[in-house]
């Protein structure tokens, strides 16, 4: 069943994003200038937490549009467009070899037993910005987050990134890694484990304490 009626793109009209994306589809660019560009500063801050700097972010970004131009006959709907667009973003940033990444996200958001009380729907993750006596230590916890990361395998890490980083449901990680829903939670449950584990080995705290 085609489910392009599911289309979500932002906050926008479902019946106008829809229209943008049929007409997208069949070669229009500028349907696919207006599909995208709703999408273009949240992709941007995306490629800014992978990038080293932001030219570099700006660069990804482009890479990740080209892209997306060439390939949107393959969009079916299935998932959101964004969390689409997200993934190609991804995986732009990984064939590039990029290893940094920028990651102010307290170790405490990546709890297993909070992912067990889940079902397919994430909470905000959005934190007011740090005060700026806890700045540095924020950064520094940052990069630390980040290393522990990196020390995840591949497939963990996707899974982190997307489930995380673009809030991705668990059946849209399902449809755009091309496994299945319970590959998709065992992986996270395991991924989630082996990076608190690999926090406590390099002795990342959590919100200033210990892990």
């Given at each position: 069943m085609n489910s392009l009626m599911a289309v979500t793109v932002g906050p926008g009209n479902r019946d106008h994003d829809?229209?943008?994306?049929?007409?997208?589809?069949?070669?229009d660019a500028e349907a696919f200038?207006?599909?995208?560009?709703?999408?273009?500063?949240?992709?941007?801050?995306?490629?800014?937490?992978?990038?080293?700097?932001?030219?570099?972010?700006?660069d990804l970004v482009v890479e990740t549009m080209a892209e997306s131009w060439r390939c949107i006959g393959r969009f079916d709907g299935s998932c959101r467009f964004s969390t689409w667009l997200f993934a190609i973003l991804l995986h732009r940033h990984?064939?590039?070899?990029?290893?940094?990444?920028?990651?102010?996200?307290?170790?405490?958001?990546?709890?297993?037993?909070?992912?067990?009380?889940?079902?397919t729907a994430t909470e905000n993750l959005a934190e007011p910005a740090p005060a700026p006596d806890t700045a540095s230590a924020r950064a520094e916890l940052g990069g630390?987050?980040?290393t522990a990361i990196d020390?995840?395998?591949?497939?963990?890490?996707?899974?982190i990134l997307l489930r995380y980083f673009e809030?991705?449901?668990?059946?849209?990680?399902?449809?755009?890694?091309?496994?299945?829903?319970?590959?998709?939670?065992?992986?996270?449950?395991?991924?989630?484990?082996?990076?608190?584990?690999?926090?406590r080995e390099l002795n990342l705290s959590e919100n200033g304490g210990d892990t």
């Open positions: 829809l229209s943008c994306l049929r007409r997208a589809q069949a070669g200038c207006a599909l995208v560009s709703p999408l273009q500063e949240r992709l941007l801050r995306q490629a800014c937490g992978l990038c080293r700097d932001a030219a570099e972010a700006e990984q064939k590039a070899a990029r290893r940094a990444r920028r990651w102010p996200i307290p170790l405490a958001r990546f709890s297993v037993e909070e992912e067990q009380a889940r079902t630390q987050l980040r020390r995840l395998p591949k497939a963990h890490r996707h899974v809030e991705a449901s668990l059946q849209d990680i399902a449809v755009l890694t091309g496994v299945s829903l319970g590959t998709v939670k065992s992986r996270l449950h395991y991924a989630l484990l082996n990076l608190r584990e690999i926090a």
